[in-house]
């Protein structure tokens, strides 16, 4: 989009120093923030994990934990995994990816790249709740 890292950091409300971490993947950019970028420049998220090379178009959210949480949950049991089984592949605890699952916290976008490698045709999009723009 030839637009400036300073741009950028402006634009999403960080300083420089945080947006040039994140792009020189120094720094992981938390979920909130990657969603904030997906939904104010329309890119999806799936292009943006490099788990597609077309940006398709998707609604903006908002974060809404209990629904990730629910298709955390949903994808996992798809799969017939245990929670511990998840845990363990994402180097994580059994209560910690629990509390992923319920809602009570935010996965960690560190976990989703993770996921990445666990599930099969995994959307990001989907995952987080967002719907594909019908043209």
Do not use: C
């Not at 400036?4 to 120094?26: C, I, P």
């Not at 934990?65 to 998840?86: D, M, P, V």
């Not at 960690?108 to 719907?131: A, C, F, H, V």
């Amino acid at each position: 989009m030839d637009l400036s890292q300073r741009y950028m950091a402006k634009e999403l409300d960080v300083h420089y120093t945080t947006f040039n971490g994140w792009e020189t993947e120094r720094d992981i950019i938390p979920l909130e923030r990657l969603i904030s970028y997906a939904n104010r420049f329309e890119f999806s998220l799936d292009y943006l994990f490099g788990i597609s090379i077309k940006n398709e178009k998707y609604e903006s959210i908002h974060i809404n934990q209990q629904l990730i949480g629910q298709n955390l949950k949903s994808l996992r049991k798809k799969y017939n995994y245990t929670q511990q089984e998840i845990a363990n592949k994402l180097n994580t605890t059994q209560s910690t990816y629990s509390a992923y699952e319920s809602g009570k916290n935010l996965i960690p976008t560190i976990y989703l790249y993770g996921l990445i490698n666990i599930y099969e045709n995994l959307s990001i999009d989907e995952l987080l709740g967002r719907k594909k723009v019908k043209k």
